[in-house]
């Protein structure tokens, strides 16, 4: 059996906050219910911090980012890393 995708639904800000993260995650995560895949919520960049972990997912959501400094330098490098592995982003 093959293993359940999983999709990441990644908020960070370090600008204006939209106030809809909450939102948001539920819209994904209903449609990724219907559809068999496993939605993770990361408000803060918790996830990015490890490159390890961010490995263990299939794609990502950027939903109601804003600002120009929400990813500090070993993030942004472990998403160069995941996007040059293949990874997905929406």
Known sequence: MANAQRVLHFTATSGYDHGTRDASFALFTSIATELGIEVVNDPIGTV?????VLGEFDAIIFSNTSGNNFLNV???ANFEQWMNAGGHVF
């Open 48 to 52: 990015p911090s490890d490159a390890s």
């Open 74 to 76: 070993t993030q942004r």
